[in-house]
């Protein structure tokens, strides 16, 4: 009997994500679709109202979801759902035909569509603002308008941070910190300490000093736990718009252009410099000291040692142009894995 009690302590209960959004409201997504000038083809149940959003595979009759995949696996999960409207390729169109009830919404981009219905419509967010009493920021730092300053965060000399940005509980800004406006900025976060520098004589290590500071562009994101170094002599930076996942190590005098997305457990070498729109997968490694252009894909695991040109797709360890091999959009998905294509 006390086994049971304690068994029942630790029962779970599952819910989807429509569940727990619980809307009242039914939504019209063809109207919707149409104020946003979008091109699409519709094939099934042509007033279909959805209330919620959820996964392909745990949708009910009254739910949005979406199908990134193409080909036979594309056909299975749709035919297999229950969700009553589905974003689908347009590569698909005539390939598989919706259930009774069932609107199926042929798009170019059904992953990048959704996301924008569901900030649109779904996504209700409450505006946070206000510094926490248990916060530490300097007499020397300035914070912008509009801005929330999380539980335990330590914000430390000359640093700046710009209007409604969000910092959440125990980040941690050395010193000579730039954010700009928007951005957010989860807990655990640390930017602006010294990088890992030393010169070595006969006896022992000395330490490299670091006089650069950290400067963050607009609308940028960095996820817990992630750590950015301030610059030596020269400053660290991350451009505009780009994101940066959890575990995420960046080193001194980085550049990292404008839209990038960095993903978890990626570490970034000393000076080395990212071009705008790149996409680094999980867990790669760029060493100190190189260039990496513009709407570059380095692969999950990936270990750059050279260059990489502007639009090159990269894998392996040592890492190799795979660009050749590549040949649809679709073939991204194996990169997010680390994996090389067959393909000639």
């Given at each position: 009997m006390r086994k049971l009690q304690i068994l029942n302590i630790y029962r779970f209960e599952f819910y989807s994500v429509a569940q727990k959004i619980n809307h009242a409201s039914e939504f019209n997504i063809?109207?919707?679709?149409?104020?946003?000038?979008?091109?699409?083809?519709i094939e099934g149940y042509n007033e279909k109202r959805?209330?919620?959003?959820?996964?392909?595979?745990s949708a009910k009759p009254d739910d949005l979801s979406f199908c990134y995949y193409?080909?036979?696996?594309?056909?299975?999960?749709?035919?297999?759902?229950k969700a009553g409207v589905i974003l689908c390729k347009k590569s698909l169109y005539g390939l598989v035909h919706p259930k009774q009830g069932v609107q199926l919404i042929f798009l170019d981009n059904p992953r990048y569509v959704f996301v924008n219905l569901a900030n649109k419509i779904f996504v209700k967010q409450k505006k946070m603002t206000g510094i926490s009493p248990s916060?530490?920021?300097?007499?020397?730092?300035?914070?912008?308008?509009?801005?929330?300053?999380?539980?335990?965060?330590?914000?430390?000399?000359n640093c700046k941070?710009?209007?409604?940005?969000?910092?959440?509980?125990?980040?941690?800004?050395?010193?000579?910190?730039?954010?700009?406006?928007?951005?957010?900025?989860?807990?655990?976060?640390?930017?602006?300490?010294?990088?890992?520098?030393?010169?070595?004589?006969?006896?022992?290590?000395?330490?490299?000093?670091?006089?650069?500071?950290?400067?963050?562009g607009d609308d940028v994101e960095i996820y817990a736990n992630s750590h950015i170094a301030k610059g030596s002599l020269s400053d660290t930076a991350i451009g505009s718009g780009t994101k940066i996942d959890s575990l995420v190590h960046i080193s001194h005098n980085v550049f990292v252009g404008k839209n990038c997305e960095i993903t978890a457990g990626s570490v970034i070498g000393g000076s080395v410099e990212v071009g705008n729109s790149t996409w680094i997968?999980?867990?790669?490694?760029?060493?100190?000291?190189?260039?990496?252009?513009?709407?570059?894909?380095v692969a999950s695991g990936a270990s750059v040692i050279h260059d990489v040109p502007s639009n090159d797709i990269v894998a392996g360890v040592?890492?190799?142009?795979i660009k050749n091999k590549v040949n649809e959009a679709s073939d991204k998905l194996f990169l997010m894995a680390g994996q090389q294509t067959d393909k000639k």
């Open positions: 063809k109207s919707i679709l149409s104020s946003l000038n979008l091109r699409y083809e959805t209330k919620n959003i959820s996964s392909i595979t193409e080909g036979d696996k594309a056909v299975e999960l749709i035919s297999q759902s916060a530490v920021i300097s007499k020397t730092s300035r914070i912008g308008d509009r801005c929330y300053i999380g539980e335990y965060t330590v914000i430390g000399d941070i710009g209007n409604d940005t969000i910092i959440y509980d125990k980040v941690t800004l050395v010193k000579d910190c730039i954010v700009g406006d928007r951005c957010i900025i989860h807990s655990g976060v640390t930017i602006g300490d010294d990088g890992f520098a030393f010169e070595r004589d006969e006896k022992e290590l000395h330490r490299f000093p670091h006089f650069g500071r950290v400067l963050i997968g999980l867990n790669a490694t760029l060493k100190d000291q190189i260039k990496v252009g513009n709407n570059v894909i040592p890492a190799r142009s």
